[in-house]
């Protein structure tokens, strides 16, 4: 199965609605998450340094390699010849920053950061 269906309406986070029977499409989850097929690829996440954005160990990245990374975007970035996942900011001299969305890790700054990709997406199992 390459689709399922996508219901018309959203769920509401904050208390129960209705349910409503109706279909809006069919949904292919590649596409939804992926909007330049050559230029994108998962990554397994490992760490907690971005928990507070969201980010927890075990879920999967969508990474784009073909979008230029801006201001606060989440990215993946080679530091010292590792993989790293952190949001991307710039300092005063306009001097790259990577930081994580957990205090207990610091900002990084050096002049080797090397962007990878931008993260477009998460996937997380529950079960």
């Known amino acids: 199965m390459n689709t399922c269906p996508l ?5 509401n986070a904050g208390f129960p609605s209705p349910a409503d ?3 809006e499409m069919q ?3 590649h596409d939804h998450l992926i909007k330049h097929p050559c230029a994108s690829f ?5 760490g907690e340094s971005m928990k507070g954005a969201g980010i927890y160990p075990g879920d999967i990245l969508v990474v784009d390699r073909s979008l230029q990374a801006q201001k606060s975007d989440i990215v993946i970035a080679i530091i010292e010849g590792e993989f790293t996942v952190k949001q991307l900011k710039f300092n005063q001299h306009g001097k790259p920053r990577l930081i ?3 205090r207990a890790y610091a900002p990084i700054e050096c002049d080797n950061i090397e962007i990878w990709g931008v993260v477009t997406g998460v ?4 079960k």
């Open 123 to 126: 996937v997380r199992k529950y």
């Open 27 to 29: 949904l292919n989850i």
């Open 100 to 102: 994580a969305a957990n």
């Open 42 to 46: 998962f990554l397994r996440v490992g």
């Open 21 to 23: 029977d109706f279909v």
């Open 7 to 11: 219901l018309l309406h959203s769920v």
